[in-house]
Each structure stands twice: as structure tokens, then as C-alpha cells.
């Protein structure tokens, strides 16, 4: 794998990295009954990089089709309302 999957879209506008988007340097996909981001919190603060440039840093989702040696390889992904990844698919 050569390239890190990108965040394209977050609609947890509650997650203090997501302003505008997904403002984190990288997430966490994880999660024991579905894939969710586990970098998301809820916070009175925005936080994370100036620009919404994030990416998948880790995937814990062994099942997950585009997991490959722990790393996301979806082109992209996408993070529902409820912080869960949506790209997310078994294999």
C-alpha cells in the first residue's frame, strides 16, 4: 500500500476534528459491534489541522475488505451522523 485513504467526507458535526469536514491529521477506524471512527469526541473546542485534510491512520476492522495490514485501502471514506465508517464492508 502506498497511499493513505482520505477522509471525504464526516457529518458528525458534534466531533470536535470535524469543522467543515474532518479536521484530525489521521483516525482510528475501530469498534466492536460496527466500524466507527474512534478518534471522534465530543468537545466545546474545534481542534485538529486549519484545513479538513484527514485520513485513515489505522484500521482495527480485520473483517473490513479494505483492510490490509491494519491500513485503510478504500480510495476514500465516508463517516455517517453516528460516527460510523460507511465504506466499511465485510469480507
Do not use: W
Not at 484530525?24 to 466492536?32: H, K, L, R
Not at 478504500?74 to 460516527?83: L, R, V, W
Amino acid at each position: 500500500m502506498s497511499t493513505i485513504t482520505a477522509v471525504k467526507s464526516c457529518a458528525t458535526t458534534s466531533c470536535a476534528y470535524n469543522d467543515g469536514g474532518c479536521t484530525a491529521f489521521a483516525v482510528t477506524i475501530a469498534g466492536t459491534d460496527s466500524a466507527t471512527c474512534a478518534t471522534f469526541i465530543t468537545l466545546d473546542a474545534r481542534g485538529g489541522l486549519p484545513v479538513a485534510h484527514g485520513q485513515v491512520g489505522a484500521c482495527q476492522r480485520l473483517e473490513c475488505m479494505h483492510n490490509s495490514n491494519l491500513m485503510c485501502g478504500a480510495e476514500g471514506i465516508d463517516i455517517s451522523d453516528t460516527a460510523a465508517c460507511t465504506s466499511y464492508e465485510v469480507r
